[in-house]
């Protein structure tokens, strides 16, 4: 009993591997699946836009700019600047989450009527609640280094994230006013 046992387990790992391996390589409906999403995250992108940029653009040698860019394992931007420059939203909405994380410090989430959503972490101080309806000429939090270790040998910066439907997407194509030195980012 146990030799058939054993064998009946056998047979239903090879049965698993077999299609396992048919629907990953050769059957046509998954790959018309993801040439369908790639469809919409074009669709999506065409529909985003800026009401103004998460920081604002100062005169001087202090102004903020665009240091560390969108690439696999860094979903947003990294926006350098002085001590005390205030962050903004981009687009009115609500506020959906405030609170501290340990990696990425003091954070806001904002919820925008697009579907849009927009990521604000590492900030000093959060000046917004949960639940808070977002103006766009009071500024939201202020920025700041709290978060990991690593976040705070970077420096003063905010790292800004932005989502739509569950994708992350590349906020540097909607930003108008900043400047980067991330030699990686194509301008």
């Known amino acids: ?13 090879f049965l698993f591997a077999v299609f396992g391996f048919y629907y990953t390589l050769f059957d046509k409906k998954s790959n018309i699946i993801s040439d369908n999403q790639k469809i919409d995250i074009q669709s999506m992108k065409d529909s985003i836009y800026f009401n103004q940029d998460p920081v604002k653009n100062i005169s001087g040698f202090d102004t903020p700019v665009i240091s560390n860019s969108f690439k696999k394992g860094h979903r947003g931007l990294d926006i350098t600047g002085p001590i005390g420059t205030k962050i903004y939203s981009i687009l ?31 900030n000093k ?28 040998k970077e420096g003063i910066h905010l790292h800004f994230e932005l989502w739509k439907n569950g994708v992350s997407i590349n906020p540097f194509e909607y930003i108008k006013n900043l400047y980067t030195i991330d030699s990686e980012i194509k301008n």
């Open 92 to 122: 009115p909405g609500k506020v959906i989450f405030e609170g501290n994380d340990k990696k990425m410090g003091n954070i806001i989430i904002i919820s925008h009527e697009n579907g849009l959503i927009s990521k604000y972490m590492h």
């Open 125 to 152: 101080k959060n000046y917004i609640k949960v639940g808070d309806l977002i103006k766009l000429d009071k500024p939201i939090a202020e920025m700041g280094k709290t978060g990991s270790v690593l976040s705070k």
């Open 1 to 13: 009993v146990f030799v058939y046992f054993i064998c009946l387990i056998f047979i239903v790992i």
